[in-house]
């Protein structure tokens, strides 16, 4: 059986530091989780979660100003209503898939347009010295 890639478009490696928030319809709690994106794309991003929500869940999602500020005091750049489409549960590194249910283009100009370049604006290099 092939499996199809329903990918919109590319997805870059950025680490974007993001706040989720849902409601566990298990336990009736409300989650919030604090993490970081691992790669953009222009209809979504899958984020590293501490905690992770079921698949097909709906979850708000932040992202946060990258400064070194206190973490309440961070800005919210883009805010936006995401379902889950696939959770990874390796212990290391906890993963959610999570798809844009609106704000797509704000999405698209603010965080899909800085992930584009985040490897770059964030590269450091080391020269040696001879």
Not at 53 to 71: C, D, F, N, T
Request: glycine share 6%; proline share 4%.
């Amino acid at each position: 059986m092939a499996i199809t890639e329903k990918r919109l478009g590319e997805r870059y490696v950025a680490y974007f530091p993001v706040r989720a928030e849902w409601d566990d319809e298990e336990s009736g709690e409300h989650v919030v989780a604090e993490g970081a994106t691992e790669n953009v794309g222009p209809a979504g991003t899958l984020v590293h979660l501490h905690r992770l929500p079921r698949v097909g869940s709906r979850v708000r999602l932040a992202v946060l100003e990258e400064e070194e500020e206190a973490e309440q005091a961070r800005k919210v750049r883009v805010a936006a209503v995401t379902e889950v489409l696939r959770v990874e549960r390796n212990p290391v590194q906890p993963l959610a898939a999570l798809q844009l249910v609106n704000a797509d283009e704000e999405w698209r100009g603010v965080v899909y347009e800085s992930a584009k370049t985040w490897e770059r604006d964030h590269a450091h290099f080391e020269l040696d010295e001879d």
